[in-house]
């Protein structure tokens, strides 16, 4: 009987394992640069974590079940509830801002399509205990500068922003409540998959008959694409009172964060598209998703702020903000645009083995250079010579060590060098000394 994978699971074989492993170094790479620090959490959790914090979306979509003492569990579908458990649980301690990132495996079971599996890898960077837009700043620019590292450029991604604060503001200036404004943010979170007709219907019992002229106004905010006209929207929208003061207090906030990202060179990449509310349940202001610039396709990344979710985990009331970008839709992204590096994982040095008497001195001296942190190779049993040199050539080592019955008499080793065939002979006591100055310069 053979076992298949399960539907929307992935097997890495070296060659994409390879390839993951590149798009994790340049994730750790980035965030280290930014002063990240990485940090882990548990794959199962109690199931509790997500129901409401995650959202419906999400905890529709849980890999949950009940372990062996009877506790309702949960595959991670997400790293942001734990990490704001983690972090409220040690608050008082951890210095501001607490800058974290962590690169690891997530579950959802969602329809296995392009760009969506049920098992893939997100990177996820977050910053909390600064409430102002610097910390919002500083991540999309990270976000921009991770994406760049593939070489990926503006012609290639954006990062679209958005902000659920705003989005209340001017759903007050409408006349709608705290409930009826969730409903609507719902809504539009959905709209572009969504028919006109049925919008209008979804509308109606939060905004009556007006819902079809409403839907217009909606229409009209999302089209928005630069801070001038989102300016003059919002200042006819609400000229004096509470609300007019507080849209113009997030627009100031607005102007900070566009500033900021402009200064740190991430201005090109970033389009304004209130269209992006998020689906899910925390999302507290400044929201934003990176997608392909064509617009098409799945997000390759997604966050903002969740400046709630600390408090309601039992600890502080902290701020909060962060994204995680996922690998299937990067992956993809890189394949389609030429940017796969093609890996050739070849070793140092092959040992080239005469016989039996000279399988012990080879593998002696394999064991030193393996501790001095080069790689090197060997036939595990006796070979022909010939059958040696061609494996040692499709392995494509760089040397060959070829140990022969008079090469282990003189006490020496015969050097190879792939790349211009000359050979020399080292001493086999000195080879610590003689590996770097090889490695370095090669024979010629
Ligand atoms: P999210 O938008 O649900 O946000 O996921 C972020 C990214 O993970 C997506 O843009 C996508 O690249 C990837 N992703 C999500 N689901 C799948 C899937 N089924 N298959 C492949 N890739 C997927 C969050 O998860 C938030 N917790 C992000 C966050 C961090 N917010 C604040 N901090």
Not at 223 to 247: C, H, K, P, V
Not at 249 to 276: H, P, Y
């Amino acid at each position: 009987m053979q076992f298949e994978t399960l539907p929307g699971f992935r097997e890495f074989y070296p060659d994409a394992c390879a390839r993951r492993n590149h798009i994790f170094g340049q994730w750790r790479k980035v965030a280290r640069a930014f002063n990240f620090l990485e940090y882990d959490a548990p794959v199962l959790e109690p199931l509790e974590l997500y129901i409401e914090k995650s959202g419906e979306e999400i905890v529709g979509q849980l890999f949950n079940f009940e372990d062996r003492g009877g506790r309702a569990v949960a595959l991670r579908p997400e790293m942001t509830p734990s990490l704001a458990r983690l972090v409220g649980a040690k608050a008082n301690g951890l210095k501001r801002p607490i800058k974290w990132f962590n690169i690891g495996e997530h579950y959802r079971y969602e329809r296995p399509q392009k760009g969506r599996l049920r098992a893939f890898y997100q990177y996820n960077v977050d910053i909390f205990g600064e409430a102002g837009p610097g910390a919002d700043a500083e991540l999309i620019a990270l976000l921009v500068q991770a994406l760049q590292a593939f070489g990926l450029g503006s012609d290639d991604f954006k990062v679209r922003l958005s902000d659920r604060d705003l989005w209340l503001h001017m759903l007050a200036a409408e006349g709608l409540d705290e409930d009826a404004s969730a409903t609507v943010l719902g809504i539009i979170d959905k709209l572009e998959r969504m028919d006109r007709s049925k919008a209008i219907e979804r509308l109606a019992p939060v905004i009556g008959d007006e819902a079809e002229a409403f839907l217009g106004r909606i229409e009209e905010v999302i089209a928005i694409r630069d801070f001038e006209t989102l300016t003059n929207y919002m200042q006819n929208l609400a000229s004096e009172g509470d609300i007019a003061d507080q849209i113009r207090i997030r627009l100031g906030e607005w102007e900070q964060l566009l500033n900021s990202l402009q200064a740190a060179g991430a201005g090109e990449f970033i389009q304004i598209d209130l269209g992006i509310v998020r689906g899910l349940a925390y999302y507290t202001g400044f929201v934003f998703e990176a997608f392909e610039a064509s617009g098409e396709g799945r997000a390759l990344a997604g966050g903002g702020r969740y400046d709630a979710l600390v408090k309601k985990l039992g600890g502080p009331d902290m701020p909060a903000v962060g994204f995680a970008m996922g690998d299937v839709t990067l992956a993809d992204l890189l394949e389609s645009k030429g940017l796969t590096p093609t890996y050739v994982q070849s070793p140092d040095f092959i040992a080239i083995i005469g016989g039996p008497e000279a399988r012990d001195a080879a593998m002696g001296d394999a064991a030193l250079i393996r501790r001095m942190g080069y790689t090197i190779d060997y036939p595990l049993k006796d070979q022909a010579f010939g059958k040696q040199f061609k494996e040692a050539n499709q392995k494509g080592a760089r040397f060959a060590l070829i140990y022969g019955s008079e090469e282990i008499e003189q006490g020496v080793v015969k050097v190879r060098d792939f790349s211009s065939g000359v050979e020399q002979m080292l001493p086999r006591d000195g080879l610590e000394a003689s590996i770097p100055d090889l490695m370095q310069s090669g024979l010629s």
